[in-house]
Nanobody, 112 residues
Framework: VQLQAFGGGLVQAGGSLRLSCVGSGNFDSINAIGWYRQAQGNLRELLAS???????TLVDSIKGRFTISRDNAKNAVYLQMNSLKPEDTAVYYC???????WGQGTLVTVSS
């Protein structure tokens, strides 16, 4: 199943964005999907994940600001990002956990 991320853009610090991750194929077959990001000069990091049943994990740097959710009927996973900071600037990707290939990411730029 190939997943693509959408919804990035330019936002001021303190603002919000909602990223969408949409998949084709047998979306229900995916147990866990993760949101990742890669800032310029940094390694790609896993931010959050959600299982088919809705169990979530988030890294400490985004807890209280970002929320991950999943809509299996729409073949979609979302990342609601609030209280954005300049250090959140990165290309954001979604991918099934453990899958080897990456889809197209979406750029989020947070201005100070």
């Amino acid at each position: 199943v190939q997943l693509q991320a959408f919804g990035g853009g330019l936002v001021q610090a303190g603002g919000s964005l909602r990223l969408s991750c949409v998949g084709s194929g047998n979306f229900d077959s995916i147990n866990a999907i993760g949101w990742y990001r890669q800032a310029q000069g940094n390694l790609r990091e896993l931010l959050a994940s959600i299982t088919r049943g809705g169990a979530t994990t988030l890294v400490d740097s985004i807890k209280g600001r970002f929320t991950i959710s999943r809509d299996n009927a729409k073949n979609a996973v979302y990342l609601q990002m609030n209280s954005l900071k300049p250090e959140d600037t990165a290309v954001y990707y979604c991918k099934p956990l453990g899958a080897p290939s990456w889809g197209q990411g979406t750029l989020v730029t947070v201005s100070s």
